[in-house]
C-alpha cells in the first residue's frame, strides 16, 4: 500500500466498511470532546464527518490523502507530532499503529498520549494474523505485507502499550478467520502461492507491480482446509483511554 500515490486514495475503502468505525465512534465519543485530533486521519472520511459536529483537525503523512480532508489539516507524521501538550481534548488514531515498527510504535504512543488533554481512542485489526496478506514480487522475489502491517494487537497489548486507564472497548466489523499456520506456510514455501492484492501495490524493494499468485488445483485445495474449522473473530478493534487526570469512575461500557 503505498500511501503517497493518488491512485490509492482515489478508491479507497469501496466498500464503505470505514462507515462502521465511524457509527461506533459517534456512539461512544464522551459528551465533554469538543476538539479533536485524528491522527493518521488518511483521505478523511472519518474526519469530514465529525468536523460537522466537532472542532477537528487532521494529521497525515500523505499529501495525496489530505486533498481529500475538508477540516483544518496538517503534513505530519504520529511519531512528531507538531502541538503542544494537551492540544486535544480527543486524540484519536485509527488503522495507523499496525504499519509502524517497534520503534516508530512507541514514539507514536508517546506522541498520541503527549497531545491528549483527555481521552485517546484507537483503533487496530483484532488479532491480526499478518502472514496470510504476504504477497512477493515476481520481479526481485521481495516479500512484505500487503498492506504495510508489521503489528498484530489484542486488547491486553493495548492496554499493555498505552498504559492508561481503558474506558471503553471493543471489537466491530466483518468477521474473519484465521488460516491454519502449517498449511499457510506451506502453501506460500512449497506451493509458491502468495496473497493477491487488492489495491494499487509497488514492490517497495524494485518498484514492480508483479507478484507471484500461483493457482492450480492443489492451492485451491490447501486454501479450502486451511480455514476449516477455524474460530472467525471481527476484523477490528477498538478502545479508549482516559488520561490520568480523568481517571475515576468513567467507563463507558465494554
Not at 22 to 42: H, Y
Request: aromatic share 8%; with cysteine.
Amino acid at each position: 500500500m503505498d500511501i503517497f500515490a493518488p491512485e490509492t486514495w482515489a478508491a479507497y475503502d469501496p466498500d464503505g466498511l470505514i462507515a462502521l468505525r465511524l457509527e461506533q465512534i459517534n456512539r461512544i465519543l464522551p459528551p465533554d470532546v469538543k476538539t479533536i485530533l485524528d491522527a493518521g486521519c488518511g483521505n478523511g472520511v472519518i474526519t469530514n464527518a465529525l468536523h460537522e459536529r466537532y472542532d477537528v483537525t487532521g494529521l497525515d503523512l500523505s499529501p495525496a490523502a489530505l486533498e481529500y480532508v475538508k477540516a483544518p489539516k496538517v503534513i505530519a507524521s504520529v511519531t512528531a507530532i507538531p502541538f503542544p501538550d494537551a492540544s486535544f481534548d480527543l486524540v484519536m488514531c485509527n488503522e495507523v499503529l499496525e504499519h509502524l515498527s517497534d520503534a516508530d510504535l512507541a514514539q507514536a504512543v508517546t506522541e498520541l498520549k503527549r497531545c491528549s488533554a483527555r481521552y485517546l481512542l484507537v483503533s487496530v485489526p483484532n488479532r491480526e494474523q499478518l502472514e496470510t496478506e504476504l504477497v512477493r514480487c515476481q520481479d526481485c522475489g521481495h516479500i512484505f505485507h500487503a498492506y504495510g502491517h508489521l503489528q498484530s494487537f489484542d486488547l491486553s497489548r493495548l492496554d499493555f502499550l498505552l498504559g492508561w486507564q481503558r474506558i471503553w472497548g471493543q471489537t466491530l466489523g466483518p468477521r474473519s478467520r484465521d488460516f491454519s499456520p502449517a498449511l499457510l506456510s506451506f502453501r506460500q514455501k512449497v506451493l509458491q502461492q502468495w496473497f493477491k492484492p487488492d489495491l494499487p501495490l509497488a514492490c517497495p524493494n524494485c518498484r514492480s507491480r508483479k507478484f507471484r499468485l500461483r493457482k492450480n488445483l492443489l492451492t485451491k485445495a490447501v486454501n479450502a482446509l486451511g480455514r476449516l474449522g477455524r474460530k472467525t473473530r471481527p476484523y477490528w478493534l477498538m478502545a479508549m483511554y482516559a488520561t490520568p487526570s480523568q481517571r475515576g469512575d468513567r467507563s463507558i461500557g465494554l
